[in-house]
Protein backbone atom coordinates (compact mmCIF):
# COMPACT_ATOMS: atom_id res chain seq x y z
CA UNK A 1 0.00 0.00 0.00
CA UNK A 2 3.18 2.72 0.75
CA UNK A 3 4.00 2.53 -2.56
CA UNK A 4 0.85 2.99 -4.09
CA UNK A 5 -0.29 5.88 -1.41
CA UNK A 6 2.57 7.68 -1.83
CA UNK A 7 2.76 7.80 -6.02
CA UNK A 8 -0.84 8.68 -5.74
CA UNK A 9 0.33 11.88 -3.72
CA UNK A 10 2.87 12.89 -6.15
CA UNK A 11 0.56 12.29 -9.14
CA UNK A 12 -2.27 14.55 -7.51
CA UNK A 13 0.67 16.86 -6.72
CA UNK A 14 2.11 17.58 -10.33
CA UNK A 15 -1.39 17.37 -12.03
CA UNK A 16 -3.96 19.33 -9.53
CA UNK A 17 -1.58 21.65 -7.44
CA UNK A 18 -2.46 24.58 -9.35
CA UNK A 19 -6.01 23.89 -9.66
CA UNK A 20 -6.16 23.20 -5.67
CA UNK A 21 -4.12 26.27 -4.62
CA UNK A 22 -6.23 28.60 -6.88
CA UNK A 23 -9.64 26.55 -5.49
CA UNK A 24 -8.64 27.76 -2.26
CA UNK A 25 -7.56 31.28 -2.89
CA UNK A 26 -10.41 32.12 -4.55
CA UNK A 27 -12.57 30.98 -1.82
CA UNK A 28 -10.44 32.50 1.34
CA UNK A 29 -8.84 35.31 -0.49
CA UNK A 30 -5.54 34.75 1.33
CA UNK A 31 -2.74 33.84 -0.42
CA UNK A 32 -0.36 32.03 2.31
CA UNK A 33 -3.27 30.54 3.99
CA UNK A 34 -4.39 28.76 0.81
CA UNK A 35 -1.02 27.53 0.24
CA UNK A 36 -0.31 26.54 3.41
CA UNK A 37 -3.51 24.37 3.50
CA UNK A 38 -2.83 22.86 0.49
CA UNK A 39 0.29 21.74 1.77
CA UNK A 40 -1.19 20.41 5.34
CA UNK A 41 -3.56 18.85 3.10
CA UNK A 42 -0.69 16.62 0.74
CA UNK A 43 1.26 15.74 4.19
CA UNK A 44 -1.93 14.39 5.52
CA UNK A 45 -2.34 12.62 2.34
CA UNK A 46 1.07 10.72 2.65
CA UNK A 47 0.20 9.28 6.28
CA UNK A 48 -3.92 8.97 5.59
CA UNK A 49 -3.86 6.92 2.55
CA UNK A 50 -1.49 4.79 3.58
CA UNK A 51 -3.58 2.74 5.72
CA UNK A 52 -6.80 4.11 4.26
CA UNK A 53 -5.81 3.68 1.14
CA UNK A 54 -6.02 5.98 -1.62
CA UNK A 55 -9.37 8.00 -2.45
CA UNK A 56 -11.44 7.47 -5.40
CA UNK A 57 -11.29 11.31 -5.85
CA UNK A 58 -8.02 11.88 -4.62
CA UNK A 59 -7.63 15.67 -5.67
CA UNK A 60 -11.18 16.22 -4.22
CA UNK A 61 -10.07 14.55 -1.12
CA UNK A 62 -7.19 17.09 -0.92
CA UNK A 63 -9.59 20.08 -1.67
CA UNK A 64 -11.91 18.86 1.00
CA UNK A 65 -8.89 18.78 3.49
CA UNK A 66 -7.35 21.87 2.71
CA UNK A 67 -10.40 23.04 3.62
CA UNK A 68 -10.65 21.97 6.79
CA UNK A 69 -7.04 22.96 7.28
CA UNK A 70 -7.42 26.38 6.47
CA UNK A 71 -10.30 27.01 9.15
CA UNK A 72 -8.91 25.25 11.42
CA UNK A 73 -5.96 27.97 10.97
CA UNK A 74 -8.11 30.50 10.74
CA UNK A 75 -10.28 29.42 13.98
CA UNK A 76 -6.69 29.74 15.79
CA UNK A 77 -5.92 32.91 14.96
CA UNK A 78 -9.40 34.20 16.34
CA UNK A 79 -10.56 35.18 12.48
CA UNK A 80 -13.11 32.69 11.94
CA UNK A 81 -16.22 34.72 13.16
CA UNK A 82 -15.41 37.71 10.73
CA UNK A 83 -14.63 35.79 8.31
CA UNK A 84 -17.65 33.24 8.49
CA UNK A 85 -19.89 36.97 8.65
CA UNK A 86 -18.63 38.37 5.34
CA UNK A 87 -18.25 34.59 3.56
CA UNK A 88 -20.55 32.49 5.04
CA UNK A 89 -19.25 29.94 1.97
CA UNK A 90 -15.90 29.17 3.82
CA UNK A 91 -17.93 26.38 5.89
CA UNK A 92 -16.43 23.02 3.62
CA UNK A 93 -19.63 21.93 1.65
CA UNK A 94 -18.90 18.57 -0.89
CA UNK A 95 -16.47 19.01 -3.30
CA UNK A 96 -16.84 17.81 -6.53
CA UNK A 97 -13.71 17.73 -9.23
CA UNK A 98 -14.80 20.35 -11.76
CA UNK A 99 -17.16 23.27 -9.41
CA UNK A 100 -19.44 24.94 -12.13
CA UNK A 101 -18.16 28.24 -10.75
CA UNK A 102 -19.51 31.89 -12.57
CA UNK A 103 -15.97 32.58 -13.68
CA UNK A 104 -16.93 35.71 -14.97
CA UNK A 105 -14.38 37.46 -18.34
CA UNK A 106 -11.94 34.62 -17.27
CA UNK A 107 -13.46 31.12 -17.31
CA UNK A 108 -10.47 29.28 -15.59
CA UNK A 109 -9.61 29.38 -11.99
CA UNK A 110 -6.02 28.85 -12.64
CA UNK A 111 -5.81 31.54 -15.22
CA UNK A 112 -8.01 34.16 -13.18
CA UNK A 113 -5.15 33.60 -10.24
CA UNK A 114 -2.38 34.01 -13.05
CA UNK A 115 -3.53 37.43 -13.83
CA UNK A 116 -4.26 37.76 -10.16
CA UNK A 117 -0.75 36.92 -9.43
CA UNK A 118 0.39 39.62 -12.18
CA UNK A 119 -0.52 43.15 -10.51
CA UNK A 120 1.33 45.64 -11.68
CA UNK A 121 2.20 46.75 -7.80
CA UNK A 122 4.75 43.86 -7.54
CA UNK A 123 7.66 43.90 -10.14
CA UNK A 124 7.53 41.67 -12.80
CA UNK A 125 10.13 38.92 -11.80
CA UNK A 126 8.09 39.06 -8.91
CA UNK A 127 4.55 38.39 -10.38
CA UNK A 128 6.18 35.81 -12.74
CA UNK A 129 7.94 33.53 -9.46
CA UNK A 130 4.63 33.91 -7.82
CA UNK A 131 2.66 32.88 -10.56
CA UNK A 132 5.09 29.55 -10.93
CA UNK A 133 5.26 29.31 -7.07
CA UNK A 134 1.02 29.48 -7.02
CA UNK A 135 -0.22 27.97 -9.82
CA UNK A 136 2.24 26.12 -11.78
CA UNK A 137 3.34 24.53 -8.17
CA UNK A 138 6.97 24.82 -9.44
CA UNK A 139 9.62 24.57 -6.36
CA UNK A 140 11.46 27.10 -4.73
CA UNK A 141 14.75 25.81 -6.94
CA UNK A 142 13.05 24.86 -10.09
CA UNK A 143 11.98 28.71 -9.91
CA UNK A 144 15.26 30.07 -9.54
CA UNK A 145 16.49 28.22 -12.09
CA UNK A 146 13.93 29.54 -14.47
CA UNK A 147 15.53 33.22 -13.27
CA UNK A 148 19.24 31.99 -13.37
CA UNK A 149 19.82 32.54 -9.71
CA UNK A 150 20.46 30.95 -6.33
CA UNK A 151 17.39 29.56 -4.25
CA UNK A 152 18.24 31.47 -1.39
CA UNK A 153 17.48 34.25 -3.56
CA UNK A 154 14.22 33.19 -5.38
CA UNK A 155 12.79 32.33 -1.85
CA UNK A 156 13.70 35.63 -0.37
CA UNK A 157 11.75 37.28 -3.35
CA UNK A 158 8.59 35.18 -2.51
CA UNK A 159 8.72 36.26 0.91
CA UNK A 160 8.79 39.52 -0.12
CA UNK A 161 6.18 39.37 -2.83
CA UNK A 162 3.62 37.56 -0.30
CA UNK A 163 4.81 40.07 2.44
CA UNK A 164 3.73 43.03 -0.09
CA UNK A 165 0.27 41.29 -1.07
CA UNK A 166 -0.60 40.72 2.38
CA UNK A 167 0.84 44.31 3.21
CA UNK A 168 -0.58 46.65 0.74
CA UNK A 169 -3.85 44.74 0.54
CA UNK A 170 -3.74 43.53 -3.00
CA UNK A 171 -7.15 41.88 -3.62
CA UNK A 172 -7.78 38.59 -4.99
CA UNK A 173 -9.93 40.08 -7.65
CA UNK A 174 -10.59 39.35 -11.86
CA UNK A 175 -9.36 42.68 -13.48
CA UNK A 176 -11.12 43.71 -16.77
CA UNK A 177 -10.67 43.01 -20.14
CA UNK A 178 -9.29 46.75 -20.02
CA UNK A 179 -6.68 46.11 -17.57
CA UNK A 180 -5.55 43.02 -18.69
CA UNK A 181 -2.85 44.24 -21.23
CA UNK A 182 -0.66 45.91 -18.04
CA UNK A 183 -0.93 42.38 -16.69
CA UNK A 184 -0.30 40.49 -20.25
CA UNK A 185 3.62 40.17 -20.58
CA UNK A 186 3.61 38.74 -16.99
CA UNK A 187 1.06 36.29 -17.64
CA UNK A 188 2.46 35.15 -21.22
CA UNK A 189 6.04 34.62 -19.26
CA UNK A 190 4.83 33.05 -16.34
CA UNK A 191 2.97 30.63 -18.76
CA UNK A 192 5.61 30.27 -21.10
CA UNK A 193 8.19 29.54 -17.91
CA UNK A 194 5.68 26.47 -16.92
CA UNK A 195 5.76 24.78 -20.21
CA UNK A 196 10.03 25.38 -20.10
CA UNK A 197 9.79 23.35 -16.82
CA UNK A 198 7.67 20.60 -18.56
CA UNK A 199 9.31 20.79 -21.23
CA UNK A 200 12.95 20.23 -19.81
CA UNK A 201 12.09 19.65 -16.05
CA UNK A 202 14.64 20.63 -13.38
CA UNK A 203 14.82 17.73 -11.27
CA UNK A 204 14.09 13.76 -11.48
CA UNK A 205 13.93 11.20 -13.50
CA UNK A 206 11.65 12.19 -16.58
CA UNK A 207 13.26 14.99 -18.53
CA UNK A 208 9.47 16.06 -20.14
CA UNK A 209 6.66 16.90 -17.59
CA UNK A 210 3.72 16.32 -20.30
CA UNK A 211 1.23 17.76 -17.93
CA UNK A 212 2.52 21.10 -17.58
CA UNK A 213 3.40 21.39 -21.03
CA UNK A 214 -0.58 20.59 -21.74
CA UNK A 215 -1.80 22.52 -19.56
CA UNK A 216 0.62 25.70 -20.70
CA UNK A 217 -0.55 25.60 -23.74
CA UNK A 218 -4.32 25.00 -22.50
CA UNK A 219 -3.66 28.17 -20.64
CA UNK A 220 -2.14 29.86 -23.89
CA UNK A 221 -5.20 28.88 -26.27
CA UNK A 222 -7.37 30.43 -23.68
CA UNK A 223 -5.83 33.92 -23.32
CA UNK A 224 -5.46 34.12 -26.94
CA UNK A 225 -9.45 33.12 -26.90
CA UNK A 226 -10.14 36.19 -24.02
CA UNK A 227 -8.67 38.35 -26.35
CA UNK A 228 -9.89 38.13 -29.69
CA UNK A 229 -11.02 39.29 -32.10
CA UNK A 230 -7.74 40.77 -32.19
CA UNK A 231 -5.51 38.73 -30.12
CA UNK A 232 -1.64 40.83 -29.62
CA UNK A 233 1.05 39.26 -31.84
CA UNK A 234 2.99 38.11 -28.90
CA UNK A 235 -0.03 35.80 -27.53
CA UNK A 236 -0.42 34.23 -30.52
CA UNK A 237 3.11 33.66 -30.70
CA UNK A 238 3.44 32.04 -27.51
CA UNK A 239 0.78 29.34 -28.55
CA UNK A 240 2.80 28.77 -31.33
CA UNK A 241 6.13 28.65 -29.83
CA UNK A 242 4.90 25.98 -27.67
CA UNK A 243 3.24 23.59 -30.12
CA UNK A 244 6.46 23.70 -32.08
CA UNK A 245 8.36 22.80 -28.97
CA UNK A 246 6.02 20.20 -28.27
CA UNK A 247 5.41 18.76 -31.48
CA UNK A 248 9.15 17.02 -30.90
CA UNK A 249 8.33 15.76 -27.66
CA UNK A 250 8.22 12.13 -28.68
CA UNK A 251 11.46 12.50 -30.27
CA UNK A 252 13.33 13.62 -27.75
CA UNK A 253 13.54 10.63 -25.50
CA UNK A 254 14.83 6.81 -26.81
CA UNK A 255 13.45 4.26 -25.73
CA UNK A 256 15.43 4.12 -22.01
CA UNK A 257 14.25 7.93 -21.47
CA UNK A 258 17.81 9.13 -22.70
CA UNK A 259 17.70 12.78 -24.53
CA UNK A 260 18.21 12.58 -28.02
CA UNK A 261 19.30 16.29 -29.55
CA UNK A 262 17.58 17.74 -32.12
CA UNK A 263 20.30 17.12 -34.95
CA UNK A 264 19.80 13.37 -34.03
CA UNK A 265 16.03 12.77 -33.85
CA UNK A 266 13.82 10.83 -35.73
CA UNK A 267 11.24 13.99 -37.86
CA UNK A 268 9.01 11.43 -38.66
CA UNK A 269 7.56 11.14 -35.32
CA UNK A 270 7.18 14.92 -34.94
CA UNK A 271 3.56 16.03 -34.74
CA UNK A 272 3.26 17.21 -38.31
CA UNK A 273 -0.87 18.81 -37.31
CA UNK A 274 0.83 20.78 -34.50
CA UNK A 275 3.46 21.85 -36.91
CA UNK A 276 1.18 22.73 -39.44
CA UNK A 277 -1.10 24.79 -36.80
CA UNK A 278 1.72 26.51 -35.41
CA UNK A 279 3.61 27.77 -38.76
CA UNK A 280 0.18 29.65 -39.32
CA UNK A 281 -0.26 30.83 -36.28
CA UNK A 282 3.92 32.11 -37.12
CA UNK A 283 2.72 33.76 -39.99
CA UNK A 284 0.37 35.51 -37.97
CA UNK A 285 2.32 37.23 -35.49
CA UNK A 286 5.28 38.02 -37.92
CA UNK A 287 2.56 40.02 -40.08
CA UNK A 288 3.02 43.34 -37.62
CA UNK A 289 6.18 44.03 -35.33
CA UNK A 290 7.86 41.17 -34.22
CA UNK A 291 7.98 40.89 -30.33
CA UNK A 292 10.58 38.12 -28.62
CA UNK A 293 7.92 35.47 -28.67
CA UNK A 294 7.58 35.78 -32.48
CA UNK A 295 11.36 35.77 -32.99
CA UNK A 296 11.75 32.53 -31.09
CA UNK A 297 8.40 31.01 -32.64
CA UNK A 298 10.55 32.09 -35.88
CA UNK A 299 13.51 30.51 -34.83
CA UNK A 300 11.94 27.33 -33.63
CA UNK A 301 9.62 27.39 -37.24
CA UNK A 302 13.26 26.86 -39.16
CA UNK A 303 13.72 23.33 -36.77
CA UNK A 304 10.61 22.02 -38.02
CA UNK A 305 10.57 23.14 -41.44
CA UNK A 306 13.54 21.27 -41.81
CA UNK A 307 12.72 17.53 -43.27
CA UNK A 308 16.35 16.53 -42.43
CA UNK A 309 19.05 18.17 -40.17
CA UNK A 310 21.49 18.74 -42.52
CA UNK A 311 18.40 21.06 -44.10
CA UNK A 312 18.16 23.60 -41.74
CA UNK A 313 18.65 27.53 -42.42
CA UNK A 314 21.13 28.38 -39.85
CA UNK A 315 22.14 31.30 -41.27
CA UNK A 316 18.23 32.38 -41.24
CA UNK A 317 18.48 31.04 -37.56
CA UNK A 318 21.94 33.27 -36.81
CA UNK A 319 19.63 36.17 -38.04
CA UNK A 320 16.43 35.80 -36.32
CA UNK A 321 19.11 35.39 -33.35
CA UNK A 322 20.68 38.81 -33.89
CA UNK A 323 17.24 40.83 -33.82
CA UNK A 324 16.27 38.77 -30.40
CA UNK A 325 19.38 39.60 -29.09
CA UNK A 326 18.97 43.22 -30.19
CA UNK A 327 15.54 43.23 -28.55
CA UNK A 328 15.68 41.23 -25.77
CA UNK A 329 19.88 40.89 -24.79
CA UNK A 330 20.39 38.41 -22.33
CA UNK A 331 23.72 35.61 -21.30
CA UNK A 332 20.92 32.84 -22.14
CA UNK A 333 19.81 34.59 -25.88
CA UNK A 334 23.56 34.95 -26.28
CA UNK A 335 24.46 31.07 -25.72
CA UNK A 336 21.80 29.89 -27.49
CA UNK A 337 22.96 32.43 -30.41
CA UNK A 338 26.54 31.22 -30.17
CA UNK A 339 25.42 27.19 -30.80
CA UNK A 340 23.21 28.76 -33.63
CA UNK A 341 26.60 30.39 -35.55
CA UNK A 342 28.70 27.16 -34.51
CA UNK A 343 26.21 25.40 -37.13
CA UNK A 344 26.62 27.89 -39.30
CA UNK A 345 29.70 28.93 -39.73
CA UNK A 346 31.81 26.30 -37.53
CA UNK A 347 32.63 25.40 -34.07
CA UNK A 348 35.41 27.51 -33.78
CA UNK A 349 33.36 30.94 -34.25
CA UNK A 350 30.60 29.52 -31.54
CA UNK A 351 33.24 28.62 -29.31
CA UNK A 352 34.61 32.41 -29.11
CA UNK A 353 31.44 33.44 -28.04
CA UNK A 354 30.84 30.87 -25.54
CA UNK A 355 34.79 31.68 -23.89
CA UNK A 356 33.37 35.48 -23.40
CA UNK A 357 29.65 34.57 -21.97
CA UNK A 358 32.31 32.23 -19.49
CA UNK A 359 34.48 34.47 -18.68
CA UNK A 360 31.53 37.56 -18.36
CA UNK A 361 30.61 34.91 -15.12
CA UNK A 362 26.88 35.02 -15.82
CA UNK A 363 26.14 31.98 -16.77
CA UNK A 364 28.80 30.22 -14.10
CA UNK A 365 25.99 28.00 -12.65
CA UNK A 366 24.04 27.06 -15.87
CA UNK A 367 25.01 23.78 -16.79
CA UNK A 368 23.21 24.12 -20.65
CA UNK A 369 26.64 26.72 -20.83
CA UNK A 370 29.28 24.36 -19.84
CA UNK A 371 27.84 21.50 -21.89
CA UNK A 372 27.67 23.93 -25.39
CA UNK A 373 31.40 24.70 -24.31
CA UNK A 374 32.09 20.89 -24.03
CA UNK A 375 30.29 20.22 -27.78
CA UNK A 376 32.36 22.82 -29.30
CA UNK A 377 35.47 21.36 -27.98
CA UNK A 378 34.15 18.07 -28.76
CA UNK A 379 33.44 18.80 -32.84
CA UNK A 380 36.51 20.55 -33.07
CA UNK A 381 38.69 17.04 -31.63
CA UNK A 382 40.10 19.21 -28.45
CA UNK A 383 38.64 15.98 -26.11
CA UNK A 384 40.67 16.89 -22.88
CA UNK A 385 39.49 20.35 -22.50
CA UNK A 386 35.71 19.02 -24.13
CA UNK A 387 36.15 16.83 -21.02
CA UNK A 388 36.54 19.08 -18.82
CA UNK A 389 33.57 21.32 -19.67
CA UNK A 390 31.29 18.26 -19.58
CA UNK A 391 32.77 17.19 -16.20
CA UNK A 392 31.05 21.08 -14.98
CA UNK A 393 28.14 20.52 -16.35
CA UNK A 394 27.74 17.23 -14.33
CA UNK A 395 28.43 18.99 -11.33
CA UNK A 396 25.62 21.29 -12.09
CA UNK A 397 22.94 19.37 -14.00
CA UNK A 398 19.51 18.33 -11.76
CA UNK A 399 17.62 15.72 -14.54
CA UNK A 400 18.54 12.04 -14.60
CA UNK A 401 17.76 12.35 -18.60
CA UNK A 402 20.28 15.11 -19.17
CA UNK A 403 23.09 13.56 -16.14
CA UNK A 404 23.00 10.21 -18.60
CA UNK A 405 22.96 11.99 -21.65
CA UNK A 406 26.29 14.30 -20.53
CA UNK A 407 27.94 10.99 -18.83
CA UNK A 408 27.56 9.56 -22.22
CA UNK A 409 29.67 12.05 -23.58
CA UNK A 410 31.82 12.58 -21.54
CA UNK A 411 33.08 8.31 -22.12
CA UNK A 412 33.08 9.38 -25.80
CA UNK A 413 35.58 12.50 -25.62
CA UNK A 414 37.57 9.92 -22.61
CA UNK A 415 37.92 7.11 -25.38
CA UNK A 416 40.99 6.44 -27.06
CA UNK A 417 40.77 6.68 -30.74
CA UNK A 418 40.74 3.30 -32.19
Known sequence: MLPNANLAVDAVYRSDWGRIVATLIRQFGDFELAEDAAQEAFTAAVHQWRTEG?????????????????????????????????HPEFFPGEIIDEPNFNYGEIPDDRL????????????????????????????????????????TTMAQRLVRAKR???????PFTVPDTSDMPERLDAVLTAIYLIFSEGYAATRGHPLIRTDLCAEAIRLGRLVRTLLEPNPPAETTALVALMLLHDSRREARLDEAGDLVVLEEQDRSRWNNEQIVEALMLVDEALSGTAGPFAL??????????????????????????????????SPVVALNRAVAIAMARGPKAGLIIIDELAAAGELEEYHLLHAARADMLRRLGVNSEAAESYELALKLVTNDSERRFLERRLREVRSPVS
Not at 71 to 81: E, F, H, M, Y
Open 54 to 86: VPESPSAWIIQTAKHKAIDRLRRQTRLKEKLET
Open 296 to 329: EAAIAAEHCKARRAEDTDWPRIVALYDLLHQLLP
Open 164 to 170: KIRDAGI
Open 112 to 151: RLIFTCCHPALALEAQVALTLRTLGGLQTDEIARAFLVPT
